[in-house]
């Protein structure tokens, strides 16, 4: 191959963040950390890749085919993070199990997985996000939503809506309508992909009564604010139904305390695309984004599976996702300027340093020329770069 014609490629679905844009994401991620640490959370830092039996053990079946494997040198299987919940929850069954409940912990960090690339979905993206491990119930679901809410608008966002659904209420429906499991699999594939279309067939194939494959084809169409879960507890008969639809109001007015609640919608098609999930879920939608900003719910099994029975909650943010919807909305991220350009005239360069590491001290960002040059080209020179100000030593 000719080596001037090569041009080196990166994986698929991959991204190289360049200046501008790793300054914004670390900028954004520093705001997470500091709103994070303010409600009690704290960071953790897990191996990017783990056993493959621990991550199918946390995510259930339906990622496998989502997670890039290999193998380490006595042939065991590895796999990528497809998320931080799983590996969270295996340190907070292992190495932090001692700890006095409820576990706040956090994260900003790379997950991975194996989806169809475009803007704002790549195999490999960023997340910030917080589980709370250890508290049952709607006051711990609430804090979680509320924070949500709140790292959006921590981040200058402020046009967003989360959908607030609760995976029981589905199940309850799936346990009374008589399905097979995989026919209630096929249901809740297409609930997942918002094909309403392939649910009124894989509906009209199961020989289900035309009363209960109605009410199925309803579920996605159930949105809407608080009257509507009225409307849903009379379409339903079955406990785990209407248990579900008392734990979403009994939050909603826990996140009117928060003040958060006009951000709110209720969704009871929403269940998300990982199995773990056993209460409340919700994603956040905003303008100019066709998929979730942010994600998350209840996930009450899985730190069981990992043998210590805990119930939990939590939620992540993708990090492109939400600089991706600003850049859209024109919501700017203030990136650090370039303050001073340090230029020299031959024979001063000592002088320079000494300059240039006086304006450093003083929190100044401050760029050394590496030769000397005349006052008019240094001029050029910052008017080129962005800097704010030109020192010129002579
Ligand atoms: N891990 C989930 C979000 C979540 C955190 N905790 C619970 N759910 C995701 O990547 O979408």
């Not at 946390?58 to 494997?69: D, I, P």
Request: glycine content about 10%.
């Amino acid at each position: 191959m000719d080596k001037n014609n090569f041009v080196p490629q990166i994986p698929y679905g991959t991204r190289d963040l360049l200046p501008r844009e790793a300054n914004q994401k670390r900028i954004v991620e520093g705001a997470l950390a500091g709103l994070f640490s303010r409600w009690g959370y704290d960071e953790v830092v897990t191996p990017t890749f783990e056993y493959m039996e621990t991550i199918t053990l946390g995510t259930g079946n339906a990622m496998q085919e989502h997670v890039f494997k290999f193998f380490d040198k006595n042939n065991r299987i590895l796999g990528l993070r497809p998320d931080m919940t799983t590996p969270i929850a295996r340190v907070a069954a292992t190495r932090l199990k001692e700890r006095p409940l409820p576990l706040r912990l956090f994260y900003l960090t790379n997950v991975f997985r194996h989806e169809q690339a475009q803007a704002g979905r790549q195999c490999e993206f960023y997340q910030a996000g917080v589980e709370l491990l250890g508290a049952p119930g709607p006051v711990a679901d609430a804090e979680i939503i509320a924070l949500a809410v709140e790292a959006m608008l921590e981040a200058g966002l402020t046009n967003f809506q989360i959908g607030l659904g609760q995976v029981s209420f589905i199940n309850g429906l799936m346990a009374e309508s008589g399905l097979s499991p995989q026919e209630q699999h096929r249901v809740k594939y297409a609930m997942v992909t918002r094909d309403l279309v392939g649910l009124g067939e894989i509906v009209a194939q199961s020989g289900l009564s035309q009363a209960a494959g109605e009410l199925l084809k309803q579920i996605p169409l159930l949105h809407g604010r608080e009257d509507m879960l009225n409307d849903a507890y009379r379409l339903v008969n079955n406990e785990l139904s209407r248990a579900a639809l008392d734990n979403l109001a009994d939050i909603h007015k826990l996140l009117q305390g928060y003040g958060v609640e006009r951000y709110v919608n209720f969704d009871l098609g929403i269940i998300r695309d990982f199995d773990y999930y056993t209460g409340m879920v919700f994603e956040a939608y905003t303008p100019g984004l066709g998929f979730p900003l942010c994600g998350g719910g209840r996930y009450d099994t899985m730190l069981a599976s990992f043998g210590v029975a805990n119930p939990a909650t939590g939620f992540a943010l993708g990090i492109e996702r939400l600089l991706l919807a600003m850049e859209r909305q024109g919501i700017g991220v203030n990136v650090r300027v370039k303050d001073v350009y340090i230029a020299w005239a031959e024979g001063k360069l000592a002088e320079a340093i000494r300059v240039a590491k006086e304006c450093r001290k003083a929190g100044r960002r401050a760029e050394l020329a590496l030769a000397s040059s005349a006052k008019a080209a240094a001029e050029t020179a910052i008017r080129e770069e962005g800097y704010e100000e030109l020192i010129y030593i002579e």
